[in-house]
C-alpha cells in the first residue's frame, strides 16, 4: 500500500505541473488579446465621450480625426476635410458644415498639391490601430476653418476654450499650433505656439508658460482657456501650468484672417496670395472649441477620458 501510495502521489504532482504549464501557456497567449480589450473598451468609452460634447450647446467645434473619408465642395471641388461633429451649438446664426476644417496646402500645382496636404494616418492616433491622426509636414500643409462669426471671439467680454492633443516631430523649431492671428510677431485674437516654451497670445495678454522639456513622438494634451476680465490659463495633461509672465487682462482685437490650424497666417501679399508662417510638424489627434470656460475638473476629466494607454 504504501509503495502504490508514493506512486501515485507522485504522478499526481506530475499531473499538476503538466497542468500548471498549461495554464501559464494559455495566459499568455491571452494577455495580447486582453490588452487589445482594454485598449479598444478604452477607445470606445472615449468615443461616447467625444460624442456627448456634440450634444453639448457650448460646442462650437469638434474634430475627433475619426472621419477621414469626408469631403466638402471647395470652389467646385471635392477637397478632404475635418468634419465638424458639433451639430448642438446655440450660438447665434451657427452652421456646423461652415466650420469644418479644409485641408490646405501652399502649393499650387495641381499634380502635388494633394501630395502636400496634411495627410491622414489611419491607425497613427493615441491609440494604435484603434484611433486615426492627421500628419503636417513642417513646411506647407494646414488646415483653414471657412467659419468666422462663432470662432471670432472677444476675450474681454467672452470666455472660450481651445483643447487638443498633439505629436511633435521635432521641438527646435518655432511652430504655430492654430491661431486666429494677422502675424505671430503682432497682436493676435488668440493663438498658440511652441518656441522653446508653450506661448499664446490672447487679445493684448503674451502669456508664456515654461514646462518640462518637450519630447518628440508623444502625445500631449494641450488646453487654452480664456476666463473673459479675469484672464488666461494653460493646461498640458490636465495640469495647470504656472511661471513665465502673468498675463494682462485681454482686450478686444479681432482679426481679419481666419483660424487656421498648423501655421500662422499673415495676412496676403501684394498679389493676394495667402502668407504662412511657423509651420507645425507633427500629427494633430482632436481639436475643440467651447464657447465657454472649462473647469480645472473638466479638463482633467478629458485628458484621463483621452489619455494613451
Avoid at 77 to 92: E, H, K, V
Avoid at 201 to 221: C, Q
Avoid at 275 to 303: P, T, V
Wanted: one cysteine or more; proline letters at 5%; a positive charge.
Amino acid at each position: 500500500m504504501r509503495r502504490y501510495s508514493k506512486q501515485k502521489l507522485c504522478f499526481t504532482l506530475v499531473e499538476m505541473f503538466i497542468v500548471i504549464s498549461i495554464i501559464g501557456v494559455l495566459i499568455g497567449m491571452m494577455m495580447p488579446a486582453y490588452a487589445k480589450a482594454q485598449k479598444r473598451a478604452k477607445y470606445v468609452r472615449w468615443l461616447a465621450s467625444n460624442a456627448q460634447n456634440n450634444r453639448d450647446p457650448d460646442t462650437v467645434i469638434n474634430y475627433n480625426f475619426e472621419a477621414i473619408d469626408f469631403q466638402t465642395k471647395v470652389d467646385g471641388i471635392y477637397t478632404p476635410t475635418l468634419y465638424n461633429g458639433a451639430l448642438a451649438c446655440n450660438m447665434p446664426g451657427y452652421d456646423s458644415a461652415s466650420y469644418n476644417g479644409i485641408l490646405s496646402t501652399t502649393v499650387t500645382n495641381p499634380r502635388t498639391a494633394a501630395l502636400n496636404l496634411p495627410q491622414w494616418v489611419q491607425g497613427g492616433g493615441r491609440w494604435l490601430h484603434l484611433k486615426n491622426s492627421l500628419s503636417f509636414n513642417g513646411s506647407n500643409s494646414y488646415v483653414t476653418v471657412p467659419g468666422t462669426k462663432c470662432v471670432s471671439f472677444d476675450p474681454s467680454v467672452q470666455d472660450f476654450t481651445v483643447l487638443m492633443w498633439v505629436n511633435f516631430n521635432t521641438a527646435r523649431t518655432v511652430q504655430c499650433l492654430f491661431g486666429k492671428n494677422n502675424t505671430l510677431t503682432g497682436n493676435s485674437q488668440y493663438d498658440l505656439y511652441l518656441n522653446a516654451s508653450l506661448r499664446s497670445r490672447v487679445g493684448n495678454s503674451n502669456l508664456t508658460r515654461t514646462i518640462p522639456a518637450i519630447l518628440p513622438s508623444t502625445w500631449y494634451n494641450i488646453v487654452l482657456v480664456n476666463k473673459a476680465k479675469v484672464g488666461v490659463k494653460m493646461y498640458v495633461n490636465g495640469t495647470l501650468m504656472t511661471g513665465g509672465n502673468t498675463p494682462a487682462l485681454p482686450i478686444s482685437y479681432q482679426a481679419t484672417q481666419d483660424l487656421v490650424l498648423g501655421a500662422s497666417n499673415n495676412g496676403v501679399n501684394a498679389k493676394g496670395t495667402p502668407r504662412f508662417s511657423n509651420w507645425f510638424s507633427g500629427f494633430m489627434d482632436e481639436f475643440l472649441i467651447y464657447n465657454k470656460a472649462l473647469s480645472d475638473k473638466e479638463i482633467m476629466g478629458h485628458y484621463k477620458m483621452g489619455m494613451p494607454q
